[in-house]
């Protein structure tokens, strides 16, 4: 008669307390004080013994822990191994508002390694207590709504000209959900900012040349290299007839086709291709007599043009002096090189008379 007080069934299911799952695993070392495994679940279930007092068990959960503080180990090394790769700089702060760390990129922003300001406070790594205000705000918004935010700021560290960032920041919490610091991204969006300020100004200026030019009375059109027009004025409409007029006033020439507007396109097209700077000409069609001057604006691809029409009298007037100075002028040069011509002969005539007076003189002595 067996004299077992358990049954198989209860001794194996206390043998899993001690991660023993098969006979394979009751290899009866006697560390716990017991002879063989099966004694050691027995007194377990008496309550006199422990699962902590298994040997085994022990060594088992101590290589678990090595392992997982390896795993642990790798996990942190690979991100920060991530975050050193990321060229935008990253700093993360405890829930006091102190550095608790940073990437490669944040070491090099603000020039100082994380052992020189590690546990200090974000201003005394990028030197500016305009940015210590500001990111106290932030962090005292965060703790209220949690989420992320980005907030343009503009600082100036050390011996640096201003800069203009975004900051994207965030809470940190636990498995509880408890706040337990903050990261934060750094962008530097300084030329982006300028090249936005700078296209600001371009277009205003652009806006304000094309208001301008809508108010000048000779005509102008601006038109690419497939004969589009980008910008045109009402006076250039005007010159092409009511009909044209009339679509001008309701929509615009942007987008129009030249070659259906001017009987001369062809002279822009040429104009384009040969990358001149300049071109002027007098172009006459169906009774007007216009001045052409086209130019480039962008070679190859934009040109521009003004049309003057010379049947205007002011502009009559003004094209007849014009011309009349540039006749004088070409006169004038003419005259001179007659004159240089004239004088470089009569140079040349004394010259040889003096020789042949010599010579005379010579033969009579």
């Not at 690979?78 to 550095?99: C, H, M, T, W, Y």
């Not at 000209?161 to 959900?177: I, M, N, Y």
Request: charged share 30%.
């Amino acid at each position: 008669m067996s004299d077992q007080k358990y049954t198989d069934q209860q001794l194996q299911q206390a043998l899993t307390y001690i991660e023993i799952f098969d006979k394979a695993g009751e290899i009866d070392c006697g560390g716990c004080g017991y002879k063989t495994c099966r004694e050691f679940a027995a007194a377990m279930l008496d309550g006199i013994a422990r699962p902590t007092m298994c040997v085994e068990l022990s060594k088992k959960v101590i290589e678990k822990l090595k392992k997982r503080d390896r795993e642990l180990r790798e996990t942190l090394f690979f991100q920060q191994e991530l975050l050193d790769s990321i060229a935008v700089p990253i700093f993360r702060e405890d829930k006091n508002g102190l550095l608790a760390g940073c990437n490669r990129a944040f070491e090099e922003f603000v020039g100082k390694k994380l052992s020189a300001i590690k546990g200090k406070s974000i201003d005394q790594s990028i030197g500016d207590a305009d940015f210590e205000k500001i990111n106290e705000k932030i962090n005292q918004s965060l703790i209220r709504s949690g989420g992320r935010q980005i907030v343009e700021t503009r600082f100036a560290m050390p011996g640096r000209d201003e800069q203009v960032v975004e900051l994207h920041k965030a809470v940190l919490t636990d498995r509880a959900g408890e706040i337990t610091g903050f990261v934060c991204a750094i962008f530097d969006i300084t030329e982006r900012v300028r090249r936005n300020e700078e296209l600001v100004l371009a277009r205003e200026t652009a806006e304000l040349s094309v208001s301008l030019l809508q108010k000048v009375p000779s005509g102008f059109v601006i038109v690419d290299e497939k004969l589009k027009i980008r910008e045109a004025n009402r006076a250039f409409a005007l010159m092409m007839g009511a009909e044209i007029v009339d679509l001008f006033d309701m929509h615009g020439l942007r987008g129009a086709d030249l070659r259906a507007l001017f009987p001369q396109h062809q002279m822009f097209a040429t104009f384009i291709r040969s990358g001149e700077e300049t071109y002027t000409r007098d172009v006459e069609w169906e009774g007007h007599k216009v001045k052409l001057a086209l130019y480039a604006i962008e070679r190859g691809k934009t040109a521009g043009a003004i049309l003057l029409d010379l049947a205007a009298p002011d502009v009559k007037k003004e094209e007849v002096r014009l011309r009349a100075e540039k006749v004088i002028r070409e006169n004038l040069e003419t005259v001179q090189k007659i004159a240089n011509l004239l004088g470089e002969n009569a140079s040349r005539t004394e010259n040889a008379l003096s020789s042949v007076i010599k010579l005379f003189s010579e033969d009579e002595k």
